[in-house]
């Protein structure tokens, strides 16, 4: 299974990083408004640094892409 079963809208994630420079910091404050709340099941709390780690992660590599 995954994080969630539909993409949600998150506009703190949004607010995260509108207006930003595109630092890796900005992408972890980003990743952890995304977390915010986040009640994993028993056995599966290791998604939550998951999750912070892949939109980092994700976040990253599309600025370096967008600098080709």
């Known amino acids: 299974g995954g994080v969630g079963t539909v993409p949600w809208h998150l ?8 207006g ?3 630092t890796q910091a900005t992408f972890e404050e980003a ?3 995304a ?9 599966n709390g290791y998604k939550v640094p ?3 780690r892949t939109i ?4 990253l590599e599309l ?3 967008s600098s080709r």
């Open 11 to 18: 506009p703190a994630v949004e607010a995260a990083l509108r």
């Open 31 to 33: 990743a952890a408004a």
């Open 35 to 43: 977390a915010d709340g986040a009640r994993p099941l028993s056995g």
């Open 63 to 65: 600025t370096e892409e």
């Open 50 to 52: 998951l999750l912070k």
């Open 56 to 59: 980092v992660r994700a976040l």
């Open 20 to 22: 930003r420079p595109a």
